[in-house]
């Protein structure tokens, strides 16, 4: 039998902590191993995985200094033995069958990688997991529609959605980037396609991502924000340029998913609590930055990918209509 290594980073979430190691150990397909990587936690979490470790021998737990969510997966990584990777955050959840799911397509496709879907929850008992044995499954057959799928437009960036054979992933320490705390998910997922695995996507609802109701009006670094998104954005655009896979109408489509994931970067800062002079400098800060230059602006788009209420707050983005910008998004939260 086949043997997954499941890797969960934690800091500071004891709260959810048990639910995300039960949610494992109650898994369908009993050959995993769970890695436990403490990052530092100020709370019990560390204690919490001392106690699990010594009633299951499959789990393993390393206690480290803090370096952020990417750098933490790597370390557990290093020690890692199964043949496939998954990762998990530690206040989210996977389904009881997801292990045995996610194996029965790695043997129906012989594929490198799988990815699924996720239902988002606040409470466990919430989570809605899905098995749909009756969709049929995309297997992706080309370079270019690895990339297009997976990298263009938010959908698939997090790792926690992807299953994938231990030796296509790197062996980065990923410390260059440690700092990164928005989108980092995707820079490992971007060393990933990179190396090509052959990849199946399946509609099954196999994990959950908790949801936390504050996290975004008041709990958003909005300065770090900015930049960390921007960063990853441009990582995605140079990633895409060195493999030379677009032609001019593949990069038409890129734009238009650019375009619609920068109208929701200014609308998560119009969110925030922060004074009206310094989201204006933020937005400045876009406007003045190469990923803007070169990506978002330097060619046309295509409008009719774009639902309505995108479009309207991209014009008002685009023009300066900050105020209005504003309103629009604060009308749609209340």
Known sequence: MEMFSIIVPIYNTEKYLAECVESVLAQTYPNFELILVDDGSKDKSGTICDEYAKKDERIKVIHKENSGQIATRACGLKIATGEYIVFVDSDDIISLNALERIKEKFQEHHCDMVVFDWCKFSKAQEAQFVLKPQSEDLCINTDKELYKTL???????????????????????????????????????????????KTVVIDDVLYGYRVNPYSVTHKVDIERFVEDRLFVRKEVYERILQEQLYDEEDWTWHRTNEIVIITEIAATIALQKNKYKQKKVLFK???????????IISGSYKKNNMNLLSRIKWFLFKNNFYFLLFFLVRLKHI
């Open 285 to 295: 800060k876009i406007k003045n930055s190469d990923y803007w230059k070169k990506v």
């Open 151 to 197: 990298l263009d437009g938010d959908k698939y960036n997090s790792v926690c959605r992807k299953v994938v054979k231990r030796k296509f992933l790197c062996d980065s320490d990923y410390k260059h980037v440690s700092a990164v705390r928005y989108g980092e998910d995707l820079l490992q997922s971007l060393d990933i396609i990179q190396q090509k695995p």
